[in-house]
């Protein structure tokens, strides 16, 4: 059974703090990793996705891989208020188009 | 604009009633999904369809059904054997980058 697991939180941060929210998973074989943003009764947006070891960033989004802890994070810096959601994070098996998702973090940015 | 349409918004069921929940897209993608989400529960997969005329049971697949007669459409029929639907529901495509979701239709059961 592959799974992702994620802290439910809630995770709270001051406003213009580095939020880190965090993720695991059980699949080795995962290759492809995506982060999603949900708001409250909305539908989740991806906002970043990464497939090698080590950092990716685009713009305060910095997504970190680590295949061998099977550990992926996704860092938000000068967080604001905007930033408040529950974030999902996926998987993505080698020759599958099935992503599996975490139960998400819900973020709470505090003006 | 290419994207998914999910219809409708909010959708209230009665007691033995089946409902059918609309999910088109104009995005050329040939993998659909139907997803259901519970608060706390995360994203459950219910079926998900990589080519027209073929479908695959997900997680949850009991008490619904789906069809896919064309590349753009995935509707997904929620009947009378399932019996706690209320549910925010999700369809997406898969885009080469992870998944576009629609907007979610909303189900209650009255």
């Known amino acids: 059974q592959k799974e992702v697991e994620q802290n439910s939180g809630p995770l709270s941060v001051p406003e213009g703090a580095i939020a880190s929210l965090n993720c695991t998973y059980s699949d080795r074989g995962s290759q492809s990793f995506f982060w999603y943003r949900q708001y409250s009764g909305k539908s989740p947006e991806l906002i970043m996705f990464?497939?090698?070891?080590g950092d990716k960033e685009d713009g305060r989004f910095t997504a970190q891989l680590n295949k061998a802890s099977q550990y992926v994070s996704l860092l938000i810096r000068d967080s604001q208020p905007s930033d408040s959601a529950t974030y999902l994070c996926?998987?993505?098996?080698?020759?599958?188009?099935?992503?599996?998702f975490g139960k998400g973090t819900k973020l709470s940015v505090i003006p | 604009d290419g994207g998914i349409t999910q219809s409708p918004k909010y959708l209230f069921r009665k007691e033995g009633q089946n409902v059918t929940l609309s999910c088109e897209q104009n995005l050329n993608h040939d993998a659909m999904y139907w997803y259901r989400q519970d608060p706390g529960q995360g994203l459950r997969l219910i079926y998900y369809s990589q080519i027209v005329n073929d479908f695959q049971k997900g997680d949850i697949a009991e008490g619904y059904s789906v069809s896919r007669e064309k590349k753009e459409s995935f509707p997904l029929t929620v009947t009378s054997a399932q019996k706690n639907p209320t549910a925010f529901y999700l369809c997406a495509s898969y885009s080469g980058f992870g998944y576009t979701f629609g907007s979610g239709t909303r189900l209650t059961v009255v």
């Open positions: 990464i497939y090698s070891n």
């Open positions: 996926a998987s993505q098996g080698a020759g599958s188009y099935q992503l599996t």
